[in-house]
Nanobody
Framework: QVQLVESGGGSVQAGGSLTLSCVAS????????MGWFRQIPGRGRKGVAG????????MSSDTVRGRFNVSRDNALNTVYLQMRDLEADDTATYFC??????????????????WGRGTQVIVSS
């Protein structure tokens, strides 16, 4: 079982950039398909980006495509979410999540059994 810890959240002006990190505090990430999700108060978590265990294939949601980039460094046991051109609507708590690789890309929350506690991103306009 893997334990995940996110970091890198904070406050930023619209148009700015942030990079979030997700580290495995227990276990290794190398064999897991990883996802990034975000949640605003009162709403469910929505998938933002996913990346295969080897880092070769990614997917992202329509709302962030072209602005957010997911990457990973398995040697450092870390997954990243690079965010640029941030908008007020990107304000949310961001979570990373892990699932056993099943050969298909997904951003469905129910597919991921392992979750971090989240890091908050606030974008002011």
């Amino acid at each position: 079982q893997v334990q995940l810890v996110e970091s890198g959240g904070g406050s930023v002006q619209a148009g700015g950039s942030l990079t979030l990190s997700c580290v495995a505090s227990r276990g290794t990430l190398a064999s897991y398909y990883m996802g990034w999700f975000r949640q605003i108060p009162g709403r469910g978590r929505k998938g933002v980006a996913g990346i295969t265990p080897d880092g070769d294939t990614m997917m992202s949601s329509d709302t962030v495509r072209g602005r957010f980039n997911v990457s990973r460094d398995n040697a450092l046991n870390t997954v990243y979410l690079q965010m640029r051109d941030l908008e007020a609507d990107d304000t949310a708590t961001y979570f990373c999540a892990a699932m056993d690789w099943a050969g298909r890309l997904t951003l469905r929350e129910a597919d991921f059994p392992f979750w971090g506690r989240g890091t908050q991103v606030i974008v002011s306009s």
